[in-house]
C-alpha cells in the first residue's frame, strides 16, 4: 500500500522567500508529526496533530514556523522569511492513536536555503 | 518527563561482526520502546518495538534487542553485520501519558567495514 508521501523531494529557495511543505499521509492515520533533521544531528520536534484536537506546536522554533492538517489528512509546513539555518531535511511521519504502533515515516524534504 | 541517551554516537565493525548500539532510556511510566534504521536519503524505517510483552524483542534483518528495566536499558544486537546494515539507527520511548509521546535519541551511526 501506498506510505507516506512528502513533495518536494529537493526544495531550494533563496534567504528571505516563503516555502511549503506537504505530506500525504497512510490513509486513516490520525496522528501526523513534523520534525527537522539538520546534518549530523538527530530529530527535532516540530509539531503534532491528532485527529481533530488541537496540534502540540511547542516544538516549532519560531513564528516563521507554521503548519495546518486540512481535514485531518494532507498536512503543509509552512516557512516564511526562510534563514540559511532552516537548511535542513524536514521528515513527515504518521500513525495510528495507539502510542504503541510505530510511526510510518516519509523519505523527508531537504530543503536548502541559499 | 522521558529522555533517551544512544551512548555512542558512531560505531565501527568489521563485516561478519556482531553489532551493539546501545540505548539507555528514562521514564515515569511503562514506555513503548523502538529501535528506526535510516539510510542515506530516507525516512526512518521501524526496526522493532517494545511494548511490555516479551523482553526480548527480534526485529527485521536479525536485528534483536533486549529490554532491561533494572538497567534502563533497550541495546540493539545482530549477530553477524552486512555491508547493508551500514545507517544510523534511532532509540525512540513512548510514554502513554505524553501528549506528544515519542522522544528520539541522538542517533548512532553504524559503518561496516569489509
Known amino acids: 500500500g501506498a506510505g507516506v508521501s512528502q513533495s518536494p523531494s529537493n526544495k531550494v529557495t533563496e534567504k528571505g522567500k516563503d516555502v511549503e511543505l506537504r505530506c500525504d499521509p497512510i490513509s486513516g492515520h490520525t496522528a501526523l508529526y513534523w520534525y527537522r533533521q539538520s546534518l549530523g544531528q538527530g530529530l527535532e520536534f516540530l509539531i503534532y496533530?491528532?485527529?481533530?484536537?488541537?496540534?502540540?506546536k511547542s516544538g516549532l522554533p519560531s513564528d516563521r514556523f507554521s503548519a495546518e492538517r486540512t481535514g485531518g489528512s494532507v498536512s503543509t509546513l509552512t516557512i516564511q522569511r526562510t534563514q540559511q539555518e532552516d537548511s535542513a531535511v524536514y521528515l513527515c511521519?504518521?500513525?495510528?492513536?495507539?502510542?504503541?504502533?510505530?510511526?510510518?515515516f516519509g523519505n523527508g524534504t531537504r530543503l536548502t536555503v541559499t | 518527563a522521558q529522555s533517551v541517551t544512544q551512548l555512542d554516537s558512531h560505531v565501527s565493525v568489521s563485516e561478519g561482526t556482531p553489532v551493539l548500539l546501545r540505548c539507555n532510556y528514562s521514564?515515569?511510566?511503562?514506555?513503548?520502546l523502538f529501535w528506526y534504521v535510516q539510510h542515506p536519503n530516507k525516512g526512518l524505517q521501524l526496526l522493532l518495538k517494545y511494548t511490555s510483552a516479551a523482553t526480548l524483542v527480534k526485529g527485521i534483518n536479525g536485528f534483536e534487542a533486549e529490554f532491561k528495566k533494572s538497567e534502563t536499558s533497550f541495546h540493539l544486537t545482530k549477530p553477524s553485520a552486512h555491508m547493508s546494515d551500514a545507517a544510523e539507527y534511532f532509540c525512540?520511548?513512548?510514554?502513554?501519558?505524553?501528549?506528544?509521546?515519542?522522544?528520539f535519541g541522538s542517533g548512532t551511526q553504524l559503518t561496516v567495514l569489509p
Open positions: 525512540v520511548v513512548s510514554e502513554p501519558r505524553s501528549a506528544r509521546q515519542l522522544t
Open positions: 496533530f491528532q485527529g481533530n484536537s488541537a496540534p502540540d
Open positions: 521514564s515515569s511510566y511503562s514506555p513503548s
Open positions: 511521519a504518521t500513525g495510528t492513536a495507539n502510542t504503541n504502533s510505530p510511526l510510518h
